[in-house]
């Protein structure tokens, strides 16, 4: 049988029947390879998407654990420990390591943070959008101070089956926080400051329109008493005889 090159290199109209025959059965061999690689790509490319699919959907469906500083909504210028699953699954056995450990002006209170359960202990369970909040600092007072301003906080954390997920390390940066222009949000601490200074001031007015009342009072006694004693009948005098 003539070879393959043989026939592609042959005078089309000089071909024979067998030279036909094995023309087709190169151009159905070719057609079989690219049916092949085709299908082949499409099995890879099918593939891959698969493994992207899953592993999408296997990190959706993990917890993501996060720290953080916040303001304080109650406390102007106060600043929160925030830690929180905003995951879609539960977290178990968050262990939060803080370096250097945390240090706030507010330690002498006795309730340093470094020493509270939340960060001494862990946290056994932590379920999706459950959110723990501390107070930490005031920025103020912290500012008057040599206190560190930058924290590397890494947590540890295991999925709901147990498993261990890859630990994430935040830096918690409040020098970010300075000479920043922002509005000022009145809190519960304010309304309750205004409200005692309110109070005092009304005080002072009773105080005062109560001696005011007294004053008046005084007065009008005494004009009275000078009014009965001038409009009054003088006994006559007694005859001397």
Avoid: C
């Amino acid at each position: 049988m003539t070879s393959a090159l043989t026939v592609l290199a042959a005078d089309f109209g000089s071909w024979k029947p067998d030279d036909w025959s094995a023309a087709a059965s190169v151009a159905s061999t070719v057609l079989t390879l690219l049916a092949v690689v085709i299908a082949l790509l499409a099995a890879l490319y099918a593939r891959q998407q698969v493994t992207l699919a899953r592993q999408l959907r296997e990190e959706q469906a993990q917890p993501f654990v996060v720290v953080d500083f916040q303001d304080n909504p109650a406390m102007r210028q106060g600043i929160d420990f925030v830690v929180e699953n905003m995951g879609q699954t539960l977290a178990t056995n968050v262990r939060i390591v803080v370096d250097p450990p945390f240090s706030s002006t507010l330690d002498d209170t006795g309730f340093p943070l470094k020493d509270a359960p939340l960060i001494a202990q862990g946290i056994p369970s932590l379920p999706p959008r459950k959110r723990f909040t501390a107070l930490f600092d005031s920025a103020p007072e912290r500012q008057a101070t040599d206190l560190p301003s930058r924290y590397i906080a890494t947590v540890h954390f295991d999925d709901a089956h147990g498993r261990r997920q890859e630990p994430l390390t935040y830096i918690l940066d409040l020098s970010v926080r300075r000479k920043l222009l922002s509005v000022s949000e009145y809190g519960l601490t304010d309304g309750v400051q205004a409200l005692r200074e309110m109070s005092k001031t009304l005080k002072e007015v009773r105080s005062e329109l109560t001696r005011e009342r007294h004053r008046q009072a005084a007065i009008e006694r005494a004009s009275s008493e000078a009014r009965s004693g001038d409009t009054a009948v003088p006994e006559p005098e007694a005859d001397p005889t």
